[in-house]
């Protein structure tokens, strides 16, 4: 065995010979700096490296599997789902289940709620006039009604019934005729002459305002309550306290005429 040059050799019992190389401190460190060792080893600062290194990784080359701004967002929105259902979960009894019981639940009230009170109602824009400018007769404003009935027209033919029901009143003395009133209005005075209908009448104006102004649809259920309505009222006589009242403000009207 002998060592030459940084060659180590060896006759082995055979007679062959291995070469085995030792590689000096030196040499370790020329490698460790990436040199070949023939040449000195490069060193490049640490902030000019890592600029380097940026402005090489934002080239487009590097991003063009990158998702869209739209899926990021969208993961985003998954992620943030993600873990406000895991939170809930874990404060809810029976965690994932008994967040599911409780959605249920939840959703089940809000239904059996929008059943029975319906479609929220919006307040009528304004407080527009029962009549317009044409007078008609109750009879006029009935065969209207029924005709846009026919047709199934049902908006129409429940404003033209209202109508029909507070011309009759008029025509019967037990509302005073008065230009510019509001079936509200009109509901509430022939309540006090007809005290036993003064719900109906409450009820049947705001159907009038829902349909004409709060943008609601009518039905023939509907047309066919206000046409019993008015034909109930056409068969009630008025209480005596409400005649002498009609009669009262009907020779006020007539002595300031």
Same mark, same amino acid.
């Given at each position: 065995?002998? +060592? $030459?040059?940084?060659?180590? $050799?060896?006759?082995?019992?055979?007679?062959?010979?291995?070469?085995?190389?030792?590689?000096?401190?030196?040499?370790?460190?020329?490698?460790?700096?990436?040199?070949?060792?023939?040449? #000195?080893?490069?060193?490049?600062?640490?902030?000019?490296?890592?600029?380097?290194?940026?402005?090489?990784?934002?080239?487009?080359?590097?991003?063009?599997?990158?998702?869209?701004?739209?899926?990021?967002?969208?993961?985003?929105?998954?992620?943030?789902?993600?873990?406000?259902?895991?939170?809930?979960?874990? =404060?809810?009894?029976?965690?994932?289940?008994?967040?599911?019981?409780?959605?249920?639940?939840?959703?089940?009230?809000?239904?059996?709620?929008?059943?029975?009170?319906?479609?929220?109602?919006?307040?009528?824009?304004?407080?527009?006039?029962?009549?317009?400018?044409?007078?008609?007769?109750?009879?006029?404003?009935? @065969?209207?009604?029924?005709?846009?009935?026919?047709?199934?027209?049902?908006?129409?033919?429940?404003?033209?019934?209202?109508?029909?029901?507070?011309?009759?009143?008029?025509?019967?003395?037990?509302?005073?005729?008065? #230009?510019?009133?509001?079936?509200?209005?009109?509901?509430?005075?022939?309540?006090?002459?007809? #005290?036993?209908?003064?719900?109906? +009448?409450? @009820?049947? @104006?705001?159907?009038?305002?829902?349909? $004409?102004?709060?943008?609601?649809?009518?039905?023939?259920?509907?047309?066919?309550?206000?046409?019993?309505?008015?034909?109930? +009222?056409?068969?009630?006589?008025?209480?005596?306290?409400?005649? =002498?009242?009609?009669?009262?403000?009907?020779?006020?009207?007539?002595?300031?005429?």
């Amino acid at each position: 065995m002998s +060592l $030459t040059g940084g060659v180590l $050799t060896a006759a082995l019992p055979s007679g062959a010979t291995t070469v085995v190389r030792v590689w000096r401190a030196s040499d370790r460190a020329l490698l460790a700096a990436g040199g070949s060792g023939d040449e #000195p080893p490069v060193t490049v600062p640490r902030d000019p490296a890592r600029e380097a290194a940026r402005r090489e990784l934002s080239k487009g080359m590097y991003h063009e599997n990158d998702p869209s701004l739209f899926q990021r967002a969208l993961n985003a929105l998954w992620d943030w789902l993600d873990r406000l259902f895991g939170t809930a979960a874990s =404060a809810t009894p029976g965690g994932a289940v008994g967040l599911f019981v409780v959605i249920l639940f939840v959703v089940a009230v809000l239904a059996a709620l929008w059943w029975r009170l319906g479609t929220p109602r919006r307040p009528p824009a304004s407080a527009a006039l029962l009549f317009d400018e044409r007078t008609r007769s109750a009879a006029e404003h009935r @065969a209207a009604g029924e005709a846009h009935a026919a047709q199934g027209h049902w908006n129409q033919a429940v404003q033209e019934r209202m109508r029909a029901v507070v011309r009759s009143l008029e025509e019967r003395a037990l509302l005073d005729v008065r #230009p510019g009133r509001t079936a509200d209005e009109a509901a509430a005075e022939a309540g006090r002459a007809l #005290p036993a209908h003064a719900d109906r +009448l409450r @009820a049947a @104006a705001h159907e009038f305002d829902d349909v $004409t102004y709060g943008g609601r649809s009518a039905d023939e259920h509907s047309y066919r309550r206000l046409a019993e309505l008015d034909r109930d +009222l056409e068969n009630t006589r008025p209480s005596h306290a409400a005649s =002498a009242v009609g009669t009262a403000h009907s020779t006020r009207q007539g002595a300031a005429e």
